[in-house]
C-alpha cells in the first residue's frame, strides 16, 4: 500500500502516513526499512496493520522525496516539514552552517563542502608546473607544501567548529 507522510518528527521517532482512503496509520522509527528517514510530504510504502491504539505503517520504505522547495522558491525543513528561509551560523565570519527558523535543526551544513579556494589553486599550478618542468625536487617541495597546507585547514577548520562562543546568527536582510 502506498501513503504520504502526513506528519514525522525525527526528535520524537514517530509520525504518520495518510493512505489513498485518507486514513491515517502510525509509524515509528523502528518500522522504517534503511537508513533513510522519511520527511513530511514523501510518498512512501507500507504494510497496513491494525494494532491496540489503531491502524500502524510497517515495512515502511520511501518511493518519491518531496522536492525540497515549493512554488514560493523557499526550502523545506526536513525535521518539521515547515517552508522556510534557513538562517546562516557563521564563526569567525565563515559560514558553518544553515538551520530551520523554527526547529533550529541544521539545514545545510557547508564545514562538508570543501573547496580549494585560491591558495588550494596556486598550489596545483605551481605542482603542475614542478611535474611539468620535469623537476623532481621541486615536484616533491611544492607537493610537501601542499599537504602541509591541507592538514593546517584540515586542523584549523576542527579547532573552530569546537568553540561557539563567538558564533552568530545572519538573517537575511530585507529586499
Known amino acids: ?8 518528527s525525527k526528535d520524537r521517532g514517530y509520525g504518520f502516513i495518510t493512505d489513498e482512503d485518507d486514513k491515517d496509520h502510525h509509524f515509528a522509527v523502528r518500522d522504517v526499512v534503511g537508513d533513510t528517514l522519511p520527511s513530511t ?5 507500507f504494510g497496513p496493520k491494525e494494532a491496540l491504539r ?15 522547495s515549493n512554488n514560493n522558491g523557499r526550502a523545506l525543513c526536513q525535521n518539521c516539514g515547515k ?24 539545514h545545510k551544513d557547508f564545514q562538508e563542502e570543501s573547496s ?12 603542475f608546473a614542478g611535474f611539468a618542468s620535469s623537476a623532481p625536487k621541486l615536484f616533491g617541495f611544492i607537493f ?15 579547532s ?7 558564533a552568530q546568527i545572519v538573517f537575511p536582510s530585507k529586499k
Open 1 to 8: 500500500m502506498e501513503g504520504r507522510v502526513k506528519w514525522f
Open 160 to 166: 573552530s567548529s569546537a568553540k561557539h562562543s563567538d
Open 41 to 45: 510530504g514523501d510518498t512512501v510504502s
Open 116 to 127: 580549494m579556494g585560491p591558495i588550494g589553486l596556486m598550489f596545483l599550478l605551481l605542482l
Open 83 to 106: 517552508a522556510i528561509i534557513p538562517r546562516i551560523i557563521t564563526h569567525k565570519g565563515i559560514p558553518e552552517r544553515s538551520i530551520c527558523p523554527f526547529c533550529g535543526c541544521t
Open 54 to 68: 489503531g491502524p500502524r505503517a510497517t515495512r515502511v520504505s520511501i518511493v518519491e522525496r518531496k522536492s525540497e
Open 144 to 158: 610537501g607544501l601542499y599537504l602541509i597546507w591541507k592538514i593546517c585547514m584540515y586542523i584549523y577548520r576542527c
